[in-house]
């Protein structure tokens, strides 16, 4: 560990310790929570165990990236099979999303040959084109209602003010394009299909059949919502929105089609700890439930409970409020979950705050921000899900190797 006035250097050889650099450093005089002689190994940016990705960038820096570790070798592999998920989360792609205009190319900078990968990291770039920081200069001495500015700068003393730095959601590119490789991974090796739509938008409530929705219903609408009625709804209350100064959240709902029983596992990295800890970790995310969720406070043990019976090769059950998941493990049934997001927390309407030195002081937001960030969460929701699930098949491949 390093020093920067001169204190004692903690032992090279516990550095990687988290626990231990702490005790030192407390026993030091350092103050808990922000110890400012240690080099810093606290910042969430790597997920995920065997299928690991870690992200990297900041919103108006040169650009914001992602390096894919634990990806098998010779998996087809091409810059177009990321910029498909990208391009659904790029910004200005509808009235409906911020106007800030990005083409969001991804360039993949190692990990392939050939069209195959390699086995060795993969490194994807992509540069901010339109990056404008000046446009945040107001917000230099300003912490944003609801927004990670004190808090970050509580924790490391330090914050990027263009844009919410490395806090904003276009951190998020480096989760698509992981994404978007697991997806062909998944694809390839088990045929698991992941899909996700927003289901709802504040009041404004969908019906879709889990079932059977596609991706190119979900695409057919620039709400992501595969349900026309409701998306006509949704598209009117956003602008309303917008025009009003104001902002929106809602749902996104995903399933997972031929997910094979196994992946998971009892206690703590259940499969569907393992997706919550995905989903919320996401911007703007606010909760997390699979299959009855919440609603099986409602209903009896007899009404819950998923009857097995025989299918064509596994037992099957003929309801699934499990969510495809008992026990912390999948049991061959379709995932289906859902995410709820609040509404976007810059808003161009007056608040009350207080500036750096804690003085009160009134904020007016300028820049270019979403409305609804429902629309660009879909492929969000889809990638933590197929970073989490590749990352489960891969621990399974280690378990599964003799014969049962």
Same mark, same amino acid.
Request: aromatic share 6%; hydrophobic share 40%.
């Given at each position: 560990m390093l020093s920067v006035d001169g204190t004692p250097d903690i032992d090279s050889e516990t550095s990687s310790n988290l626990f231990v650099a702490y005790i030192q450093a407390t026993e030091k005089g350092l103050k808990p929570g922000r110890p400012p002689h240690l080099?810093?190994?606290?910042?969430?940016?790597?997920?995920?165990?065997?299928?690991?990705?870690?992200?990297?960038?900041?919103?108006?820096?040169?650009?914001?990236?992602?390096?894919?570790?634990?990806?098998?070798?010779?998996?087809?592999?091409?810059?177009?099979?990321?910029?498909?998920?990208?391009?659904?989360?790029?910004p200005g792609q509808s009235s409906l999303t911020t106007q800030r205009s990005e083409a969001d190319t991804a360039e993949i900078l190692s990990g392939l040959f050939e069209g195959l990968t390699t086995g060795s990291p993969i490194a994807v770039l992509v540069r901010n084109s339109d990056a404008d920081p000046a446009s945040y200069e107001h917000l230099r001495s300003i912490y944003r209602p609801s927004h990670a500015d004190y808090t970050y700068e509580a924790k490391y003393g330090v914050r990027d003010w263009r844009g919410g730095g490395r806090s904003s959601a276009r951190e998020t590119i480096g989760r698509v394009a992981g994404g978007a490789v697991a997806r062909q991974l998944l694809r390839e090796a088990v045929g698991i299909e992941v899909l996700a739509w927003v289901s709802q938008v504040h009041t404004i409530t969908s019906e879709v059949n889990s079932r059977t929705v596609s991706l190119e219903q979900v695409e057919s609408d620039p709400t992501r919502c595969p349900d026309p009625g409701a998306a006509a709804a949704i598209a009117a209350t956003i602008d309303a929105a917008r025009s009003d100064g104001d902002s929106l959240g809602g749902i996104v709902t995903c399933v997972v089609r031929h997910v094979p029983?196994?992946?998971?596992?009892? &206690?703590?990295?259940?499969?569907?700890?393992? +997706?919550?800890?995905?989903?919320?970790?996401?911007?703007?995310?606010?909760?997390? @439930? =699979?299959?009855?969720?919440?609603?099986?406070?409602?209903?009896?043990?007899?009404?819950?409970?998923?009857?097995?019976?025989?299918g064509e090769r596994s037992p099957t059950t003929t309801s699934n409020h499990s969510g495809g998941v008992q026990g912390g493990i999948s049991n061959g049934s379709d995932l289906l979950f859902r995410v709820a997001f609040k509404p976007t927390a810059t808003i161009s309407s007056p608040q009350e705050t207080v500036d750096i030195s804690n003085s009160p002081t009134t904020l007016e937001a300028k820049g270019r921000h979403d409305p609804c960030v429902?629309?660009?969460? &879909?492929?969000?929701?889809?990638?933590?899900? +197929?970073?989490?699930?590749?990352?489960?098949?891969?621990?399974?491949?280690?378990? @599964? =190797?003799?014969?049962?």
């Open positions: 080099c810093s190994m606290t910042v969430g940016s790597t997920f995920g165990s065997l299928f690991r990705i870690s992200t990297w960038g900041e919103s108006h820096g040169a650009g914001v990236g992602v390096v894919v570790d634990g990806c098998p070798p010779r998996l087809p592999l091409t810059a177009e099979h990321l910029q498909a998920d990208l391009n659904r989360r790029r029983p196994g992946l998971g596992d009892p &206690v703590f990295d259940r499969l569907e700890a393992d +997706l919550a800890k995905g989903m919320l970790s996401l911007p703007a995310s606010k909760g997390f @439930d =699979i299959g009855s969720g919440f609603d099986a406070v409602t209903m009896t043990g007899l009404e819950h409970n998923d009857p097995f019976v025989p429902l629309p660009r969460a &879909v492929p969000l929701v889809e990638s933590m899900a +197929l970073l989490t699930l590749a990352d489960h098949w891969l621990r399974q491949q280690a378990v @599964d =190797i003799l014969p049962t």
